[in-house]
T-cell receptor
């Protein structure tokens, strides 16, 4: 049973469009939610969110977390072909009875930006 | 510097071979991780080391044997692998292990088992 669900699984847009990627989760002992961008190899870190309602921004990318409704969105404005990648959402938890944490990944959203 | 390095970048091995994957970080991180990622799937956690001790083993077959010689290095020893073990193997590290710390990933080793 998936603990982290991303939607859509695939998205095709044209340069200049704005996109919104969704991530919902259901975990115990939530610690943080992370967004990663994965092109051909390793995931590269984008954002870590721990508090509800506080938007994080980096250039054309922004993200926000709603801990009450258990979801996060990642917005990309004025998309470019270089934004084409898989965007992974991951939720970090702390194991009950220990301080050890682990990440649960969603399946990712494949974003394709056409020129 | 948030760099995690992994060697080799690519590895092709037969089912009877023994090989090792290496991972290194110099960020002073105390938690290190091995993930396996199949094509078009998210990374799957294999092992977690915290303070150089194995803390999580996600029921990984014994043909995968992790080792953490010191706080900067993490190895994954491979023996008698199967073709279905072909995947991208990712190493990650984080400052702490409590789930509130960002995990930084290495570039991965693309493993092919013939």
């Amino acid at each position: 049973e998936d603990k982290v669900v991303q939607s859509p699984l695939s998205l095709v847009v044209h340069e200049g469009d704005t996109v919104t990627l969704n991530c919902s989760y259901e975990v115990t002992n939530f610690r943080s939610l992370l967004w990663y961008k994965q092109e051909k190899k390793a995931p590269t870190f984008l954002f870590m969110l721990t508090s509800s309602g506080i938007e994080k921004k980096s250039g054309r990318l922004s993200s926000i977390l709603d801990k009450k409704e258990l979801f996060s969105i990642l917005n990309i404005t004025a998309t470019q072909t270089g934004d084409s990648a898989v965007y992974l959402c991951a939720v970090a938890t702390a194991d009950r009875g220990s301080t050890l944490g682990r990440l649960y990944f969603g399946r990712g959203t494949q974003l394709t930006v056409w020129p | 510097d948030t760099e995690v390095t992994q060697t080799p970048k690519h590895l092709v091995m037969g089912m009877t071979n023994k090989k090792s994957l290496k991972c290194e970080q110099h960020m002073g991180h105390r938690a290190m991780y091995w993930y396996k990622q199949k094509a078009k799937k998210p990374p799957e956690l294999m092992f977690v080391y915290s303070y150089e001790k194995l803390s999580i083993n996600e029921s990984v077959p014994s043909r995968f044997s992790p080792e953490c010689p010191n706080s900067s290095l993490l190895n994954l020893h491979l023996h008698a692998l199967q073709p279905e073990d072909s995947a991208l193997y990712l190493c990650a590290s984080s400052q702490g292990w409590g789930g509130g710390d960002t995990q930084y990933f290495g570039p991965g080793t693309r493993l092919t088992v013939l």
